[in-house]
């Protein structure tokens, strides 16, 4: 079994296609019902604590986030994709991480990383984060060059990590909800904000727009082959772990992505941390509204 | 000019003297950046220590799987607040569930965290644990800490809730890297009492299924 090589229009004709359809669906949802009260007290026999308080908070943000009106499909391609996984891409991640030495992987993930450094800049201007944005370009020419087209992370070991941003998370910032969750074919989790932000990256890549004006179309799905097989390797581990250790894995997977994502957006920053920019206005809103809803004595 | 020969004299020894100050506070500065906490408050130390005794006990490569789960446990009843994080996981459902399905249910999870983080622990190797600075939220404290990798890799963040309760300290909510354990299970579980009729018992029965499973995978492993 193989991955046909659907032509690339032919697969953004698809993608553009749900994520049009789709946004139709939540409003068929009114928020009301979406979101459940912010009794918070009931929950606790006991007079409620700041803990307990932040807790319920962020597991409310999470319910209102939960808006999985796919919920049937998705766990189907998520069948479909488990499938796929155990026939195709766990076994070829573990022979990429059985094959190669950690420091070829590495070098393998930094040369991927690096060809995403346009795109990261792009990011990281629409976002307005000129300092990210520096941060992005003195990557860029470090590794590129001394660090021998980006197999080495000179810059990550003199201090300036790698911090990936795509357009998911721009929109994000921008104030743009994620909408319904969407499990992608072979993609995996998503929801409709993040893979309307996959097809905006595919279409305005300058690494895939030059491989594809060369007739090196191919080069771009080697390309996202070794992205995925590379991702998936350093997953090995801990998603055998919650596996092994989930009552409801698909359940497991939407809770894990949305915390992911959020922690992504906010740049990785606590979430109740004094100096948080960048975020959406119901997480800015978190901590101060946790202090208002305490019971006054 | 004996005035100002002395004047640059001592201007030139202060120099100096600011200059190995800043020499020898140089390359400490900076190592206390990656490595001394900020403050020793109790909370901070509790958590120190129960990081300090994670990375210890579940690292350790002699002993069984088994053992492995034992300790966590050990540790789980210890320095946990079982109960109030079993309410924050069953979320609205833990005041449907009757006094006997919550003791069970407190049992059973305990068994499955045990599992996780033993299974967890079982991959490190050589990393440390290092509290950086924590924030009172009105009685509860939130202590920032990071595991560092004996790689050189990025630090990964940990964020932990501490509870006080009579004096002494209770974990109620850890999140790696952004990610809560507790939310991700208080997720999985509505979703699966949902798909059981809205039942705390059909959770509770698959919960026995993979508690039973473990064991026997862990046994068989020893």
Do not use: C
Request: hydrophobic share 40%.
């Amino acid at each position: 079994m193989s991955i046909a090589p659907v032509s690339r229009s032919l697969y953004l004709s698809a993608a553009l296609l749900g994520a049009a359809l789709v946004p139709n669906l939540a409003l068929a949802t009114p928020l009301d019902d979406r979101r459940e009260p912010l009794a918070v007290g009931a929950q606790w026999a006991n007079e409620p604590r700041a803990g307990d308080l932040q807790l319920e908070a962020q597991a409310q943000i999470d319910i209102e986030d939960e808006n999985d009106p796919l919920e049937g499909l998705n766990r189907g391609i998520f069948e479909f994709n488990r499938v796929v996984d155990g026939i195709i891409l766990k076994p070829a991640a573990q022979i990429y991480r059985g094959v190669l030495p950690q420091e070829a992987q590495d070098g393998v993930r930094n040369f991927l990383r690096n060809l995403r450094s346009p795109i990261i800049l792009l990011n990281n201007l629409l976002q307005g984060d000129m300092q990210a944005a520096g941060n992005t370009i003195g990557r860029f020419l470090l590794n590129s060059t001394a660090g021998l087209g980006g197999v080495l992370d000179l810059a990550g070991e003199r201090g300036l990590p790698y911090r990936g941003e795509d357009f998911g998370q721009t929109f994000a910032v921008w104030g743009i909800g994620d909408g319904p969750y969407l499990m992608l074919p072979i993609l995996g989790p998503s929801n409709v904000r993040d893979t309307t932000g996959i097809v905006a990256e595919w279409l305005t890549d300058p690494v895939n727009i030059a491989l594809d004006n060369n007739d090196l179309e191919y080069l771009i799905y080697v390309r996202a082959g070794f992205t995925g097989i590379d991702a998936r390797a350093r997953s090995l581990d801990v998603l055998d772990e919650l596996e092994r250790t989930s009552l409801d894995y698909y359940a497991a997977i939407r809770s894990l992505y949305r915390q992911q994502r959020a922690n992504d957006i906010r740049n990785s920053r606590p979430s109740d941390d004094e100096g948080r920019p960048n975020l959406t206005r119901a997480q800015a809103a978190l901590p101060d509204d946790v202090v208002s809803f305490r019971p006054s004595r | 000019m004996t005035a100002f020969s002395r004047r640059h004299f001592s201007v030139a020894v202060s120099a100096a003297l600011l200059g190995l100050v800043l020499f020898a506070a140089g390359p400490q500065a900076a190592r206390a950046q990656g490595a001394a906490p900020v403050a020793q408050t109790e909370a901070a130390k509790f958590v120190q220590e129960l990081g300090n005794r994670a990375i210890l006990e579940l690292t350790d490569k002699t002993i069984g799987d088994s053992e492995r789960v034992d300790r966590m446990r050990a540790m789980l009843r210890q320095s946990f607040d079982e109960t109030a994080v079993s309410r924050f996981v069953l979320g609205t459902y833990w005041n449907r569930a009757t006094p006997a399905e919550q003791n069970e249910f407190i049992g059973l999870y305990e068994t499955l965290v045990s599992y996780t983080y033993a299974g967890l622990f079982k991959k490190y190797s050589g990393e440390t644990f290092q509290v950086l600075r924590e924030r009172d939220i009105s009685g509860d404290i939130v202590v920032y800490a990071q595991i560092n990798q004996p790689s050189g890799g990025q630090p990964i963040p940990i964020e932990i809730l501490v509870r006080p309760t009579d004096g002494v300290y209770r974990a109620i909510d850890i999140k790696v890297e952004g990610i809560s354990m507790p939310l991700t299970h208080r997720k999985e579980y509505a979703s699966v009492i949902q798909r059981n009729q809205g039942q705390v018992a059909g959770l509770l029965k698959i919960l026995r299924e993979k508690s039973a499973s473990l064991e026997n995978s862990s046994a068989r492993a020893n």
